[in-house]
């Protein structure tokens, strides 16, 4: 039996890339939205962070298959937890 060939790790399109960050930026702006509704950002930091990651379990939940999908892509192929709405602002 003849060995396979070796698997070529799939790359990532700039379509694909844009697919995945508009898919997350859609999210996050959703969330945002609900948090703003809600003023959200007179809790504390604390608070603000179990909302804001409750209403995501929340729309992940709704959107469950899509959400598993494109989930397992980003964390492949995109550039999870590099996302520039993660960077932290430095005081000079």
Known sequence: MAPSPPR???QRTP???S???EWGARRRARVAAILGQEHAEDL???DRLRRYLREMADLNVASRVETTVLMDASARFGRLMQDPS???KRCH
Request: hydrophobic share 40%; proline share 7%.
């Open 19 to 21: 697919i995945l960050e």
């Open 15 to 17: 379509a694909g890339r």
């Open 8 to 10: 070529r790790r799939q």
């Open 44 to 46: 504390p930091v604390g």
């Open 86 to 88: 993660l960077e932290i």
